[in-house]
């Protein structure tokens, strides 16, 4: 996968009108609809700025919720141009549809500087579709493509990915950021290499650890997905979380790893509880697992250790917590955890989902190189799969 793509830097704008596909897949109120963050419409303004800076007509556009091909009032883009249009200082033309009369009308009468919203795409089924139909009406409207949704580049949508066939094709500087970064540290990293995986499932990440087992000089393993690990090393384990069905391809990344030399760093302790609840008793454990707890956390020897292994990497990729972090008793090591990559020097990679909101959550975020925007794309680009909205993009 070739990760160097032509930026909005490398297209004169001026005078141009740019279909520019955003991530305003914005949260909000179920009852009254207010946007409860705006923080994905503050990230798409310096693209939007830039190009409508440098002489560009913009035509934004953007998917929101799920409606499925459905015309569904409730997810309208109407209130994202509102907002849009207070950060930015200017109007936001809103189009009452996609690329029907009145899109068409507004967007061929757009001038220099100025911007319009599309409505949300995904109410015309053939945008996840991807329909060529959909994708050339779309990309008749303008005369170039950016792509700063870095969140849904492993779609083939039509506004992703299809609208790339019609017109020439540059990342947006979200884009640029996430492919550069992550690229380089697939590509090209500064080493040593660690790769810390957490997060509830081994199945989730079967993909990703096989693929960094090619790359990294450590990798680092926490979260519920450590206990199918543990079992596959004839560890008793208890009630934790446990993938019967994974055991067999447990064993074959554990053989995996020894034979390419990577170090591959499994728990040696554990914070326990007998249940799975907030207030459950915090119970630490060496070793073996009691038949009757299950393993919640990393326990403090453990976070010493992956601490200590961090300490002096070149490159570190962060994806899924060490432990039930959105429980306080059952934190400790994921805070262990971000506080040893804000500390550690390296290039600091944060992998989108719940490691971000982690790292967030605990205060460590500023101390991050870079927290990716996309879960999805971002787990499919550490799996080394060629992501659709990348690909499509012109070489630089
Ligand atoms: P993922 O979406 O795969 O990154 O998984 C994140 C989820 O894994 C979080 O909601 C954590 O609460 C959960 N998790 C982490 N460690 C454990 C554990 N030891 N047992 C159960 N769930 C866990």
Not at 117 to 122: A, M, Y
């Amino acid at each position: 996968m070739n990760y160097n793509k032509k930026t909005i830097y490398d297209v004169s704008v001026e005078g141009k009108k740019v279909l520019l596909r955003c991530d305003f897949n914005v949260p909000q109120n179920k009852e009254t609809g207010e946007i409860t963050s705006d923080k994905r419409i503050v990230a798409a303004i310096p693209t939007i700025r830039y190009l409508l800076d440098h002489g560009a007509a913009v035509i934004a556009c953007s998917h929101l919720g799920k409606p499925k091909g459905e015309w569904k009032t409730k997810l309208t883009l109407a209130p994202v141009a509102k907002r849009l249009s207070e950060l930015l200082g200017q109007e936001v033309i809103f189009a009452k549809d996609i690329i029907g009369e009145d899109a068409k009308a507004k967007a061929a009468a757009l001038q220099p500087g100025q911007i319009l919203l599309l409505e949300n795409l995904r109410f015309d089924i053939r945008e996840e579709k991807n329909g060529s139909d959909f994708a050339k009406e779309l990309a008749d409207m303008a005369d170039i493509f950016v792509s700063d949704a870095f969140g849904t580049v492993h779609r083939a949508h039509a506004s992703t990915a299809g609208v790339a066939a019609y017109l020439p094709a540059y990342s947006g500087l979200l884009v640029a950021k996430e492919i550069a970064i992550m690229g380089k540290a697939l590509e090209d990293p500064k080493r040593p290499f660690v790769a810390i995986l957490g997060g509830a499932k081994v199945s989730d990440k079967i993909a990703v650890i096989n693929n960094l087992l090619e790359k990294a000089d450590t990798i680092i393993i926490g979260g519920g997905m450590a206990y199918t690990f543990l079992k596959a090393q004839g560890r008793e384990i208890g009630k934790s979380l446990l993938e019967e069905d994974r055991l067999d391809y447990a064993r074959e990344m554990l053989k995996k790893a020894e034979e390419r030399g990577v170090n591959f760093l499994l728990p040696v302790d554990h914070i326990c509880a007998a249940e799975f609840a907030a207030d459950a008793t915090p119970v630490e454990a060496e070793g073996d697992i009691p038949a009757d707890m299950m393993g919640m956390d990393i326990g403090p020897k453990t976070a010493a250790a992956y601490a200590a292994a961090v300490k002096g990497a070149g490159t570190i990729v962060w994806n899924g917590p060490m432990g039930v972090f959105e429980f306080d008793a059952f934190a400790e090591g994921t805070r262990a955890m971000a506080r040893a990559l804000a500390e550690s020097g390296a290039v600091t990679i944060v992998g989108g989902g719940d490691s971000a909101s982690a790292v967030e959550k605990l205060g460590f975020a500023d101390k991050i190189t870079h927290i990716s925007t996309g879960g999805g794309a971002s787990l499919e680009f550490l799996e080394g799969k060629e992501l659709p909205g990348v690909a499509c993009l012109l070489d630089a």
